[in-house]
Every structure is written in C-alpha cells, then in structure tokens.
C-alpha cells in the first residue's frame, strides 16, 4: 500500500482526498488522506511517522518545507516553494506543480499568455508559482499584494513589475489578466473593479469574492477548481508514475461546482 496526504493548516474542505480516488478509482493500493500540522517541520515529522510516499503541501508551508527536504527541482529554487513532497530513493524530493496548473488553467480555457499583461494578487508561494509560470510563457508580469512591501520584494527577486495597490484599480484596464491568490476575506478586493475584457483565473474554490465581480462586470471567470485540476495531474504522475484518469478527474470537480 502506497500511502499519500495533503497537509497545510484549515484544510478540513479540501477537495484532495476524493479528486485522488477519483483519479485512481481502479487501484486498491493506494491511499489518500488529510494530514493537518501545525508546522512545516511537523509535517515532515509526520510524513516519516506514517510512512508516506508523497505529499501534497498547502498553504502556509509551502516555503517553509523546503528546510526539510533533501533535493528541491529547479523549479522549485527558483520559484522558492513546493506543494509536492515525493520520497524517492530514501530522499525527500520538492516539487512544484502549481506553475503548471496557473499556465495549463489559462491555456485550456483558449488564453495566450505571450505578450499578455497580468497582474498577480499576493506574494505567498502560491503566487510566486503563478509567476514563474507566466514569465515562462513571456507574459508581462505586475505582483500586487496587502503588504506592499512583500510584493515588491517578490517583484525584484523573480524579476517582474511591482504594482502599488493604490494604482490598482487605475490601470486594470490595461492588464488582461489577473491571477488572485489572496484569501476570500482580503481587503484588497473592494481597491478594484473588474472589466468585460479581464480574464481572471482564482486560487480560491469555496468563498469567492472575485466571482461576483467577474460575473457582475461579464469578465471571464476561471474557478479555482481548474487550478486544482492541472496542478493535481501532474502531482499525482509524481506519486504513483502513472497518469491519472483525467476524465474522472474533470467529472469529480464539475459536480463540485
């Protein structure tokens, strides 16, 4: 029996264990459960106790994790988070795969990104993995976020545009695309309004704040279930080396909606 979690904190709603079994429905070795910890080292101290051979990481260890582990991909030292712990040859190995669900998202749902300008809400590892991925595929990045201070920061370690949230709403009409990885309660969201034009992918699948806006305004809203998908594909290759069954996958989330 391979074993596999998500850990992170509040993640009782998580979607994980049963978009899992919907993936590998047809294999009775392997499971999936939710481990809750209190720190990125608990987690680690957990994903030995219960002899785990994969891990999915959430929010707030995704940085944080990576003292812990023994081999990061270069994806990961650049973007500076993980969200996939894979044992391999006795050796905790960090992943990214939430790049991966940023561009696949946007590409599925027929945007280009070359070219394009985007602006990032946060700076947390989510939204460090939202631009590595778009700077990958040559779009014109501005990060904006509550503490301004961390945008920026983020801004010039990655090598992107810093926004001023107080510019935010003035030149949103010249992005786009918008890319929120802030929680649902961030103040941030009554500083802007939406456009018909904006296409606007979300982290967030539960309480979402930008979903009324995009539909009040006829943006095009991309939930954060599709982000969960095509980060999820990928992950779960990691773990097991198979590809998962994507169509029941897609069926899974779309009851979900």
């Known amino acids: 029996m391979k074993k596999f979690a998500l850990t992170g904190v509040s993640i009782s709603h998580s979607k994980s264990p049963k978009l899992f079994l919907a993936a590998y429905s047809n294999h009775f070795d392997y499971s999936y459960e939710l481990m809750p910890a209190s720190s990125a080292e608990e987690t680690i101290i957990l994903f030995r106790k219960n002899e785990l051979s994969g891990m999915n990481v959430t929010a ?10 023994d081999w990061c991909s270069d994806e990961v030292k650049i973007i500076g988070a993980a969200n996939v712990i894979v044992l391999q040859n006795e050796k905790l190995c960090a992943y990214n795969t939430d790049a991966i669900g940023v561009s696949d998202s946007f590409i599925h749902s027929g945007v280009e990104l070359k ?48 926004l001023p949230t107080n510019n935010l709403n003035n030149r949103l009409q010249e992005f786009r695309l918008l890319v929120n990885t802030l929680p649902a309660n961030a103040d941030l969201y009554h500083k802007f309004n ?7 992918l979300d982290a967030n ?7 009324e806006k995009a539909t009040s305004s006829n943006a095009n809203y991309i939930s954060g279930l599709s982000w969960i998908l095509y980060q999820a594909i990928p992950s779960y290759f990691l773990f097991t080396g198979e590809m998962p069954d994507i169509e029941a996958m897609k069926e899974f989330l779309k009851s979900q909606k």
């Open 60 to 69: 707030p260890f995704k940085s944080d994790i990576l003292q812990y582990v």
């Open 115 to 162: 070219n394009e300008n985007v602006i990032v809400l946060g700076a947390g590892g989510a939204a460090q993995a939202a631009i590595y991925a778009l700077k990958q595929a040559r779009a014109n990045v501005f990060c904006a976020n509550r503490t301004e201070e961390k945008a920026e920061q983020l801004a010039k370690k990655i090598g992107v545009s810093f």
């Open 194 to 200: 939406l456009h018909k034009h904006n296409v606007v």
């Open 205 to 211: 699948y539960n309480e979402c704040p930008l979903r």
